[in-house]
């Protein structure tokens, strides 16, 4: 265990069980496009694959995995799920000192339904993954690291504001935010203060993006870069007064889950390297371009050298 953590992340570790099938039936509709299955029916899959998952998991291999002395602060029960996340982050190299595991909690998980174009339906259960108290997050760890990344912790209020109150006094830590719709809703209301957030890198999809139209000003003032994903379009990068498009690497795509996840960790990890926005939305793209050819969020993680050479 290193004296203090390069990364740490902190948000949800999940099991997640991925059913693949030709067979599934995507109609376009009014209300969007719909995934639909005969009622009380039995359907033959193509692929059935269980792996590990969940925004602070799936980041932390990723720092792991480029290089970075990562930690994870995340919550699990004490069931065989738990044991497989745990074994899972140690054998990708990320320290589990700081992961809380529960007795009477359930490890969360999802079922991820893959249709053939690589696109997914979601069903999850959070469980101990998304009960994350002010209790669990350990000052000293975050205020030593050089990075914590955030991702969703299930809108836990008093959580998220231990979290920036303790990452506000270190003058060494910075902080980068991929929050989910929960926490989404809580700077929307108001009910999180945006000028009291110490967040240096937001990361947002364009759906997300759109629950915080009426506060975008007083992110794009606030957040030294905060960036919004679109895909296959690419996405747009916003800082200072300047702002840019990078586009999407093209790849065959298997599966889009962790898509988010690996631009995140590519487009942090560069900045921590010292590059500038441009090219840490190339990494970024490239991380996610690699991790969408394979089912799961971890296998097709790039590596350090997988960034750094390539020119």
């Known amino acids: 265990m290193p004296k203090t953590y390069q990364v740490i992340t902190i948000g949800s570790a999940l099991v997640d069980i991925f059913i693949h099938t030709h067979k599934f039936q995507v109609k376009n509709t009014q209300d969007g496009t719909m995934l639909c299955q005969s009622y009380g029916s039995k359907l033959e899959v193509d692929d059935f694959k269980v792996f590990t998952g969940g925004g602070a998991s799936n980041t932390a291999v990723g720092f792991s ?65 998304a009960m994350l108290d002010p209790f669990d997050i350990p000052a000293y760890w975050l205020t030593q690291a050089q990075q914590v990344h955030l991702c969703s912790i299930g809108g836990q209020q008093l959580t998220l504001e231990k979290i920036f109150q303790f990452i506000s006094r270190s003058e060494q830590t910075t902080l980068s935010w991929n929050p989910g719709k929960k926490e989404l809703f809580l700077l929307a209301n108001r009910q999180l203060l945006v000028d009291q957030i110490p967040c240096e890198i937001f ?42 498009h990078f586009s999407a690497q093209s790849s065959r795509v298997v599966d889009t889950t962790g898509a988010g996840d690996s631009f995140a960790t590519g487009f942090v990890a560069a900045m921590l390297w010292g590059k500038n926005p441009e090219e840490a939305a190339f990494f970024g793209a490239k991380n996610a371009a690699s991790v969408v050819t394979y089912y799961g969020a971890k296998t097709g993680l790039l590596t350090r050298e997988d960034f750094l050479n390539h020119d």
């Open 65 to 129: 995995r480029l290089g970075f002395h990562s930690g994870i602060i995340c919550e699990t029960g004490r069931d065989g799920f738990s044991d497989l996340v745990i074994r899972d982050l140690k054998q990708n190299g990320v320290a589990t000192n700081l992961v809380i595991s529960e007795k009477k909690e359930q490890t969360g998980g999802s079922v991820i339904l893959v249709c053939s174009n690589g696109e997914r339906s979601v069903l999850v259960h959070r469980g101990a993954a």
């Open 203 to 244: 990361l947002v999809n364009e759906e997300e993006w759109k629950i915080v139209s009426e506060i975008q000003g007083e992110i794009l003032k606030n957040f030294k870069y905060v960036v919004v994903t679109a895909g296959k379009k690419g996405g747009n990068v916003y800082y200072g007064q300047k702002s840019f």
